[in-house]
Each structure stands twice: as C-alpha cells, then as structure tokens.
C-alpha cells in the first residue's frame, strides 16, 4: 500500500525540540523528492522543507531557516524533521508530503500526503 | 518570497461551476499546482503544471492561467466539492508557496 506515515508529534515548551518522523511504504522512496508541510490550527497549509530525493539539496521556508533541519534515511525509507528552539507559532499539525513524478519527469506539486502529526509548543 | 492571493470564500449551487482564482505577481513564469482538504483530511492534487490533472481526477475538473492569475474551474459542483482548495507554486530557488485558501460552500 502507496502510504506516509508521521510520528513524533507531542507537547514541548518554547525553546525545546522535537523530531518528526515519516515512513514510506508502498514505493521506491529514493527516487521521489520529498516535503514537511504544516497547518497551524484553523490556518492554511504552509510549506516548510523540501529535501531532494538523494538528499543532498535542502530548503526551507524563512520562517523555520535556522532552526529546522530536514534529512532523509533511503536505506530505512524514513524522512525526519529536526525541530529545534520552538515557538508557541510553530504549533501545527505537521505532514509529510511527496513530489509528484509521472513517467515523464517530477514535479513541484505533492501528490502523496500522510495524516499528520500534531506539534504543540505550549507552557 | 512571493505571495499567491486566493478569495477566501466562494459559493456555487449543486450543478453550478465553481471557479477560483490565485493571484501571484511571479505567476507568468511559475507552474502552479491545485489542491483540495476536506475537513479532518489531508490535501489531495487536484491539477499539476498549470491544467494537468493526475490519474483519478474527474475531468469537470479543470485549471489554466492568464498573466499573474491562474484559475481552479469546478463543473457539476457536487456537495462532496465543498472543502478549503488551495493554489501552490515554486520558483527556482527551492522555495514553494501555498495560496492563502479558499474554502467552498455549495449551498
């Protein structure tokens, strides 16, 4: 079964840290850039790493530069996101999300998504 | 960065077309990619590159651009249709951006 699946969610204080984990199943995980996307609570969804699918290119969004980090296990078919000195705004679920390749090239749309897992940076 | 502007509400009657728009200055010379949430699920691709729809996207489904608008269109809107839909682009820099949400009523 073609399926993400988060882990690591949970309650941290402002200036703690968190890493999120997402596992592939179901297809040929390095071959397929992959994304950490989130929602904060009734917002709209924002964009937050890409990692390439051999892992050796990384960006994120200025909100998170600095202080997330993106990596990426071909050999376990594992992405993470190391979420260090958070922010009460950080608070949002977190998914993971895959590029959109057909049999011609791959894109910069998403077209796998897991459930998400909820980060909440809270006193 | 950029920003992509989307209504934030639309509403459309059971058989209607629905039509969104996404606004970007750096449109003209970006794809733009649609999605659609329904409440407590995750985003589902609705159309890649501008007017491409991804395998098991019914065809009353359809997107395009003109200058620094692109436009999601929803033909035979259904209640099944109403959910929040969102534009998305990247440019070259690796930097990607989700419009600001438009959530559809079907009244």
């Known amino acids: 079964q073609v399926q993400l699946v988060e882990s690591g969610g949970g309650v941290v204080q402002p200036g703690g840290s968190l890493r999120l984990s997402c596992e592939a199943s179901?297809?040929?995980?390095?071959?397929?850039?992959m994304f950490w996307v989130r929602q904060g609570p009734g917002k709209g969804l924002e964009w937050v790493a890409v990692?390439?699918?051999?892992?050796?290119?990384?960006f994120y969004s200025d909100s998170v530069k600095g202080r997330f980090t993106i990596s990426r296990d071909n050999s376990k078919n594992t992405l993470h996101l190391q979420m260090d000195s958070l922010r009460p705004e950080d608070t949002a679920l977190y998914y993971c999300a895959r590029a959109y390749c057909n049999e011609n090239a791959c894109t910069d749309a998403l077209d796998l998504w897991g459930q998400g897992t909820m980060v909440t940076v809270s006193s | 960065s950029y920003e992509l502007t989307q209504p934030p509400s639309v509403s459309v009657s059971p058989g209607q077309t629905a039509r969104i728009t996404c606004s970007g200055d750096a449109l003209p010379t970006l794809y733009v990619h649609w999605y659609r949430q329904r409440p407590g699920q995750a985003p589902v691709l609705l159309i890649y590159?501008?007017?491409e729809r991804p395998s098991g996207i019914p065809e009353r489904f359809s997107g395009s651009t003109s200058g620094t608008t692109a436009t999601l269109t929803m033909h035979a809107v259904q209640a099944e249709d109403e959910a929040d839909y969102y534009c998305?682009?990247?440019?070259?820099?690796?930097?990607?951006?989700f419009g600001t949400g438009t959530k559809v009523s079907v009244l």
């Open positions: 990692n390439s699918f051999e892992g050796s290119k990384k």
């Open positions: 179901g297809f040929t995980f390095s071959t397929y850039g």
């Open positions: 998305q682009s990247a440019d070259n820099s690796g930097t990607y951006v």
């Open positions: 590159k501008d007017n």
